[in-house]
């Protein structure tokens, strides 16, 4: 895991250098020393500060997110060894089907709208989005962990979107289940 990025010209605006170092030199050591306290979910919230000439943001993002799968994978690994195969592909499945009944509501129901005024998603992108699940899911439609972390949708105000944070929680899921098959 290397933490000298590509930076930005002196002019442009990338990620400070010095929290990101700091941030990648805590998960390796994490990673290393398989610390349950730090996961994925640490990696795929991470925030940095901006600076001139900072590293550039596409790189590290594309580089967290490898991060992240490589978590998932030891997670996943972690969990064969503890409870089998066999009992893990079956939490594994459970966590699925779970998914996948959100989905199987319809679209514009599939998420809690946001209250008045509050931002939002909009609920026709994130349909879209869920129905390319549902093929994932049950027609096994090539999809991959990208996808879903890389899903832009177009923002809204009030009940004509659905609440953000549920989204992105939800999606955070889908995507550690997907990371998670091996």
């Given at each position: 895991?290397?933490?000298?990025f590509?930076?930005?010209?002196?002019?442009?605006?990338?990620?400070?250098?010095?929290?990101?170092?700091?941030?990648?030199?805590?998960?390796r050591?994490?990673?290393e020393?398989?610390?349950?306290?730090?996961?994925?979910?640490?990696?795929?919230?991470?925030?940095?500060?901006?600076?001139?000439?900072?590293?550039?943001?596409?790189?590290?993002?594309?580089?967290?997110?490898?991060?992240?799968?490589a978590?998932?994978?030891?997670?996943?690994?972690?969990?064969i060894?503890?409870?089998?195969?066999?009992?893990?592909?079956?939490?594994?499945?459970?966590?699925?089907e779970?998914?996948?009944?959100?989905?199987?509501?319809?679209?514009?129901?599939?998420?809690?709208?946001?209250?008045?005024?509050?931002?939002?998603?909009?609920?026709?992108?994130?349909?879209?989005?869920?129905?390319?699940?549902?093929a994932?899911?049950?027609d096994g439609?090539?999809?991959s962990v990208?996808?879903?972390?890389?899903?832009?949708?177009?923002?809204?105000r009030?009940?004509?979107g659905?609440?953000?944070?549920?989204?992105?929680?939800?999606?955070?899921?889908?995507?550690?289940v997907?990371?998670?098959?091996?």
């Open positions: 895991m290397s933490t000298s590509e930076r930005v010209s002196r002019v442009s605006v990338g990620y400070d250098m010095r929290e990101v170092d700091e941030f990648l030199a805590r998960a050591t994490a990673y020393g398989r610390d349950p306290s730090f996961s994925g979910a640490d990696i795929t919230s991470a925030s940095f500060g901006t600076e001139r000439g900072g590293y550039d943001m596409r790189v590290v993002d594309e580089a967290l997110d490898r991060l992240s799968d978590f998932a994978l030891q997670s996943r690994d972690d969990a060894a503890e409870k089998g195969e066999e009992a893990w592909v079956a939490q594994l499945t459970e966590r699925a779970t998914l996948k009944e959100r989905l199987e509501r319809p679209a514009g129901d599939r998420f809690a709208p946001a209250a008045q005024g509050e931002p939002a998603y909009d609920k026709s992108d994130v349909d879209a989005l869920c129905d390319q699940l549902v994932y899911f049950t439609l090539p999809m990208d996808d879903v972390r890389r899903a832009a949708f177009r923002r809204r009030g009940t004509e659905y609440r953000e944070a549920v989204v992105d929680v939800y999606l955070d899921h889908v995507a550690d997907m990371a998670s098959v091996p």
